[in-house]
């Protein structure tokens, strides 16, 4: 289940070395009264791996399938090395793409099926073969090529359908979900096979995923989308520490949500004064929440404390705490091996553990 | 040990239903009563037609009529022009029926419904109306063709081509496959003829069959629009030798049934291809 060590000839294109620039620019796609694409826009660099991240209905798989060429944009372009490839069909894109389903020719061999785009470009029936061959071998599969989709596994099809992607050396590869058909042991396996890969070929890649752990453990940059807008587009650890909107606190790791007032340098929170991330100038008027993540929340049992420990959890190296805290509930995380003295119904103070707090304007009441 | 446990055992008696076991044996009794009598009603006029086949015009047992059948005037043109006219006709209809269910099926499936009802029509509609309308509205140069015929049976065959379509269509994920076709580079006509046709093998062979079997024996248009197809000489020879042409329409029989045993066995190894494929 590991991938070759050798690339022998399975390298990109010399003159598409480093792998191509995609631009999206101001993308607009409508479903009747539904706006998928709302004035998205992505900028990619070359060999860059790209995660599109979001909940369902976010509009991550439409941007995926107009970088395709399976829809067409009502407005925006489509910018692949410069050029603009909006009006070009999806079969002259020169882009490899592995889907959710199972998209194995059922009538082929893992073999003919990595061929059939080198067939399509008129690669001599030998030349193919070998070529076949070594991307199956890529992929660890060199020992399946004569069976067909059939007598494969969900992980083995997805491994065939990956190599029939970079058969034809694509200018893009495409990922769209292709890990969610499987199971955890071998989603995780092909999660690094693919990221081995990606970053051997130095192939410009964009994947599409709800799974954030997926998306922050294998992408370069992740674009956190919602309403078919790009909320906030940053490196994992960026993201994870430093969400630019309230929609990317929650979605991405967990939070806690609370209602602060403001105060001289910022909020009041737990007590005290906390800066407030990012411009000062830019809270929003009226009431205030904050946002806070478990590790940069800090708990300290004391008799005459606010906060009540209502639920603990186990998580291995720490333990997550429930605390209720001024009408709300907290998540803290304590090292398991501190964890003891945080019995349930146990009094504790609260503290901030980050520089600064995400302030946004308060979510009204369900 | 041994005896007391002999001595607790209570002898298990299962619940008794007086009512419930003949009532089984007659509900048993009854369904085989239904299926000889239904196999009696197709299979008897059957039994009937083979025992007169194979009997000479004294009615004594004789292979006489089989023996006689190439030599009959007129029965290899008929049976060249229905051969003629079922070819013309399945491929009219392939042409016309693969892409455009392949188009409904991935561009407008909500459409698949309305379709449902538009090939039930030549069912409901008489072909005896059907072909009157067409000898009426076709141009004179079509008349005197006897390929008007196979355009009309394109209609006629159009339910069963529909549903077997239909049913191939839906076993495939064929959104998917056209998709990962195209971005290797493949247009319409090579994803069509080289992923899609060869993964419907079964629902078009079963299509095609039954095309066959439809233009192998439909009597009542190719009578009205005069043209002497396998099933008009037979009838029209039956004035003749009886005997003769009641031994043509066994051997059309027997080669209808082989041919749906080729669609019932290559049915059975695809089924059980898929039933692999949903346990690997």
């Known amino acids: 289940m590991t991938v070759a060590t050798h690339a022998r000839s399975v390298t990109a294109d010399p003159s598409a070395e480093g792998g191509a620039p995609v631009v999206l620019d101001n993308l607009v796609r409508t479903f009747g009264a539904t706006r998928a694409l709302d004035g998205f826009s992505l900028d990619i660099a070359p060999g860059e791996f790209v995660a599109l ?8 798989t439409t941007a995926l399938r107009v970088l395709a060429g399976f829809e067409q944009p009502d407005s925006g372009r489509v910018m692949v090395r410069g050029g603009d490839v909006s009006a070009v069909p999806a079969q002259r894109r020169d882009m490899g793409m592995v889907f959710q389903s199972y998209s194995l020719f059922p009538n082929m061999t893992a073999r003919d099926n990595v061929a059939f785009g080198l067939q399509l470009r008129r690669q001599r029936s030998q030349a193919r073969r070998a070529r076949a061959g070594e991307l199956l071998e890529l992929v660890g599969l060199s020992d399946h090529s004569m069976k067909y ?11 065939v359908a990956l190599a029939r992607a970079l058969a034809i050396e694509p200018q893009v590869l495409l990922l769209d979900e292709p890990l969610s058909a499987l199971d955890a042991k071998v989603r995780a396996e092909l999660r690094d096979q693919i990221r081995a890969l990606q970053q051997r070929l130095a192939i410009t890649t964009v994947f599409v995923t709800h799974d954030q752990e997926e998306a922050l453990s294998m992408a370069d940059r992740v674009c956190v989308m919602s309403n078919g807008r790009a909320e906030q587009v940053a490196t994992p650890s960026v993201l994870y520490a430093q969400p630019s909107t309230a929609f990317v606190a929650e979605f991405v790791g967990v939070s806690s949500r609370l209602n602060v007032a403001r105060s001289t340098r910022g909020v009041n929170l737990f007590g005290s004064d906390a800066p407030v991330r990012g411009d000062v100038h830019a809270i929003p008027h009226g009431d205030l929440d904050a ?5 940069d929340v800090s708990a300290t049992v004391a008799g005459d404390g606010l906060g009540i420990v209502t639920h603990r959890s186990f998580l291995g190296g720490t333990t997550r705490l429930d605390v209720g805290y001024a009408g709300a509930t907290i998540k803290v995380d304590v090292r398991s091996s501190e964890a003891d003295a945080f019995e349930l119904g146990t009094r504790v103070t609260l503290g ?3 520089r600064d707090v995400l302030v946004t304007g308060r979510r009204p009441a369900s | 040990m041994a005896s007391l446990v002999a001595d607790n055992i209570v002898e298990f008696e299962p619940p008794t239903t007086p009512s419930r076991s003949p009532r089984r044996h007659r509900i048993r009794l009854g369904r085989g009563l239904i299926l000889l009598v239904a196999a009696a009603y197709f299979l008897l006029p059957i039994y009937a037609a083979l025992h007169f086949s194979l009997q000479d015009n004294n009615g004594n047992f004789s292979l006489q009529p089989i023996t006689a059948i190439p030599s009959q005037p007129g029965l290899g043109s008929a049976f060249f022009l229905s051969m003629r006219l079922a070819i013309v006709t399945m491929a009219i209809t392939m042409l ?11 561009k407008l499936p909500r459409f698949r419904r309305v379709m449902e009802v538009i090939t039930i029509l030549p069912i409901v509609i008489p072909p005896i109306v059907l072909i009157l309308g067409v000898l009426q509205a076709a141009p004179g140069w079509l008349k005197a063709s006897p390929y008007l015929l196979s355009l009309v049976y394109v209609i006629l065959a159009m339910p069963f081509v529909y549903r077997s379509l239909d049913a191939g269509l839906g076993a495939l994920d064929v959104k998917t496959l056209v998709e990962a076709s195209r971005s290797l580079g493949a247009g319409w006509v090579a994803t069509i003829w080289r992923i899609i046709v060869p993964n419907l093998r079964s629902a078009l062979l079963s299509a095609t069959v039954l095309t066959l079997a439809l233009v192998l024996g439909e009597f009542t248009m190719a009578s009205l629009d005069l043209w002497s197809t396998l099933p008009v000489w037979i009838v029209a020879f039956d004035q003749t030798n009886a005997h003769v042409s009641t031994a043509v329409a066994m051997l059309s029989l027997l080669a209808t049934w082989l041919l749906l045993t080729l669609i019932v066995t290559l049915d059975r190894s695809t089924s059980r291809q898929q039933r692999r494929k949903r346990t690997s």
Do not use: D, F, W
Not at chain 1, 53 to 60: E, I, Q, V, W
Not at chain 2, 96 to 106: A, K, N, R, S
């Open chain 1, 149 to 159: 989709p059939h007598q494969l596994s969900g992980g083995q099809q997805q491994r």
């Open chain 1, 291 to 295: 946002l806070v993540r478990p590790e």
């Open chain 2, 96 to 106: 016309l029926m693969v892409p455009t269910m392949i188009y409904v099926h991935l």
């Open chain 1, 53 to 60: 991240l979001g909940p369902s209905g976010c509009g991550k």
């Open chain 1, 352 to 354: 901030l553990n980050a």
